[in-house]
C-alpha cells in the first residue's frame, strides 16, 4: 500500500454543535507521532456508534461547518440562520480543534483551533481562530502559536509577519465573520498586484497554504435529502486549486436532484467519473449494462446530464433506482476520495445498504485504502472487520463519553456491545420497556 499522502488528521475535538455540550474527541492515530510511525501505520479506518441521539451526526455536522469556513469566506454572512440551529442552544458556543500531520517536502505537525460564538444581534461570529504548530514527537507537546484572529484582528507570531504586513489592513475588518484562512489564500490567489510578491515568500507549508489544504482534502457526506453531492466537481477544483465559484452557480438552479450541471471543459471528468461508478454499481447489479448520460445544452457551454441505468434493452432513470443503490452511487465519489488518499466523513454509512456489502467495502478499505474514512453506523458486523486496527471503533454514549475500543484477546466488541458492557450502549434497554407505551393493558405494564 502506497503512503504518498500529503496530509493525515491525527485527531480532532469538538464542543457545541447541535446536542454535544461537552468536549468531544477523536483520535485517529497514536499520540506519539513522526514521520516513520505514521506512514507504518498507513491508512485510518474509524467507525462510530452509539445510540440514536446521542451525538454522532453532530460530529459530522461540526465537521462540514469547518470545512466551509475554511474555503468560503461568506458562509457564516450566508448561512447565519442554519448556524444558528447548529450551535448547541445551551452553551450558545462552538469549539473546535484538528491536529495535522504535513508530509511534504518536510514533515510538520500542525493544530487548528476555532471558536464560535453567537453576539447580541443573534449574529455566529468567530471568537478566535488559532494556527500553532507542534514540535517534538507527541502531540501532546505545548503548541507554538504562529496566527491568530481574535476579535477580528490577525496577530502574527511566526518568522513571516513581514510577508503579512501588506495584508493586514485589508484583513482587520473582516475577520469576525470570516476565517483568516479563507480570507487570506483568496487574497494571495485573487489580487495580482501582490501575487509576484507572495509566491516569492509562501511556500507548502505556510500555515493558510497548510490549513486551505486541509480543508480541500476532506469531505463529509450529510444522510440528508438536500445536500449537494458532486464531489467529482470539487475533487476537480481541488486538484487545480481553484476557488469553487461554479458549485455556487449550481446551488441557484433548480434542477433534479439526481440531474447534474456540468460544464463542457469538465464532461471528460464527468463521464471517466461515471464509467468509475458503473463498475461500482455493477458489483450490487450483475444485471446492469451501462449508466447512461443524457446531455442538453442548457447555456453556452453548460449541460444538464441525466442518467439512466441501461439493462438490455430497458432504461431506467436513476431517480427511479432503489434507495440502496442511489446512495452506492453517491457515495461512490467519496470513497473513491478517501481511496486516493484523502480524507472523508460519512454520516449514517450503513443506511440503506446491504450489511454483506457494507463489510466487504470496508474490509477493502483496510487493506488497500491510501486515505481515511471515518463513518457513524449501527453496524455491528463491522466490528469484526475493524476489532484489529488501531484507533477504529468508538462508542459515544448518551452522556457524550467517548469510549474507544482497546483491542482485548479475551472480549470482542460486539459481544461487550451487544451485552451492554460499553456504558450507555442502546442494549441497556429490555423488551418489558416498552409494554408501558404500546401494551398499556399488559399486567406488567406499570413494571418499572
Known amino acids: 500500500m502506497s503512503n504518498d499522502r500529503d496530509i493525515y488528521l491525527i485527531?480532532?475535538?469538538?464542543?457545541g454543535f447541535k446536542n454535544i455540550s461537552k468536549k468531544v474527541s477523536l483520535s485517529f492515530y497514536n499520540d506519539t507521532i513522526n514521520?516513520?510511525?505514521?506512514?507504518k501505520q498507513g491508512n485510518s479506518v474509524k467507525a462510530i456508534y452509539g445510540t440514536n441521539g446521542a451525538g454522532k451526526s453532530a460530529i459530522m455536522i461540526g465537521l462540514n461547518v469547518l470545512r466551509n469556513i475554511l474555503l468560503n469566506e461568506q458562509y457564516l454572512i450566508q448561512n447565519n440562520n442554519?448556524?444558528?440551529?447548529?450551535?448547541n442552544f445551551e452553551t450558545k458556543q462552538a469549539y473546535i480543534k484538528a491536529i495535522i500531520a504535513l508530509n511534504h517536502d518536510s514533515f510538520h505537525v500542525y493544530q487548528y483551533e476555532l471558536s464560535l460564538g453567537i453576539n447580541n444581534s443573534n449574529r455566529v461570529f468567530i471568537q478566535d481562530e488559532k494556527i500553532s504548530s507542534i514540535m517534538g514527537n507527541t502531540i501532546n507537546a505545548t503548541p507554538k502559536l504562529l496566527l491568530e484572529n481574535t476579535d477580528g484582528r490577525l496577530a502574527v507570531y511566526d518568522d513571516n509577519a513581514p510577508f503579512y504586513a501588506p495584508i493586514m489592513n485589508r484583513v482587520q475588518n473582516l475577520l469576525q465573520y470570516q476565517s483568516m484562512v479563507s480570507t487570506i489564500f483568496n487574497i494571495y490567489f485573487g489580487d495580482k498586484s501582490l501575487q509576484k510578491e507572495l509566491k516569492e515568500k509562501f511556500?507548502?507549508?505556510?500555515?493558510?497554504?497548510?490549513?486551505?489544504?486541509?480543508?480541500?482534502s476532506f469531505f463529509v457526506y450529510l444522510d440528508v435529502e438536500d445536500q449537494n453531492h458532486d464531489v467529482?466537481?470539487?475533487?476537480?477544483?481541488?486538484?487545480?486549486?481553484?476557488?469553487?465559484?461554479?458549485?455556487?452557480?449550481?446551488?441557484?438552479?433548480?434542477?433534479?436532484?439526481?440531474?447534474?450541471i456540468v460544464?463542457?471543459?469538465?464532461?471528460?471528468?464527468?463521464?471517466?467519473?461515471?464509467?468509475?461508478?458503473?463498475?461500482f454499481i455493477k458489483t450490487f447489479k450483475p444485471r446492469l449494462d451501462d449508466i447512461l448520460i443524457d446531455k442538453k445544452l442548457i447555456q453556452d457551454g453548460i449541460y444538464l446530464c441525466e442518467l439512466y441505468f441501461k439493462y438490455g434493452s430497458t432504461k431506467i432513470a436513476l431517480e427511479f433506482e432503489s434507495t440502496g443503490i442511489k446512495k452506492l452511487f453517491e457515495l461512490y465519489s467519496y470513497i473513491k476520495f478517501?481511496?486516493?488518499?484523502?480524507?472523508?466523513?460519512?454520516?449514517?454509512?450503513?443506511?440503506?445498504?446491504?450489511?454483506?456489502?457494507?463489510?466487504?467495502?470496508?474490509?477493502?478499505?483496510t487493506l488497500y485504502g491510501k486515505g481515511q474514512l471515518c463513518f457513524t453506523t449501527h453496524d455491528i458486523r463491522i466490528m469484526d472487520v475493524l476489532k484489529k486496527q488501531k484507533h477504529s471503533i468508538d462508542f459515544l454514549n448518551d452522556n457524550q463519553e467517548l469510549i474507544s475500543w482497546v483491542k482485548n484477546s479475551h472480549y470482542n466488541p460486539i459481544s461487550l456491545y451487544v451485552d451492554g458492557m460499553i456504558p450507555g450502549s442502546p442494549f441497556n434497554?429490555?423488551?418489558y420497556y416498552y409494554l408501558p407505551i404500546f401494551n398499556t393493558q399488559h399486567p406488567d405494564s406499570n413494571r418499572g
Open 429 to 431: 434497554i429490555d423488551p
Open 232 to 260: 467529482w466537481v470539487k475533487r476537480r477544483l481541488r486538484q487545480n486549486n481553484i476557488v469553487d465559484v461554479f458549485n455556487q452557480f449550481v446551488q441557484n438552479l433548480n434542477i433534479p436532484r439526481y440531474a447534474k
Open 263 to 279: 460544464k463542457k471543459e469538465d464532461l471528460p471528468y464527468f463521464e471517466e467519473e461515471i464509467a468509475g461508478k458503473t463498475k
Open 338 to 365: 478517501a481511496d486516493d488518499g484523502g480524507i472523508v466523513f460519512i454520516d449514517e454509512l450503513d443506511s440503506n445498504i446491504h450489511d454483506v456489502y457494507l463489510s466487504n467495502l470496508i474490509a477493502y478499505f
Open 35 to 39: 514521520k516513520a510511525s505514521l506512514l
Open 82 to 87: 442554519e448556524l444558528l440551529d447548529l450551535i
Open 203 to 216: 511556500n507548502n507549508d505556510e500555515p493558510i497554504i497548510v490549513m486551505n489544504g486541509f480543508a480541500r
Open 11 to 15: 485527531k480532532l475535538e469538538l464542543q
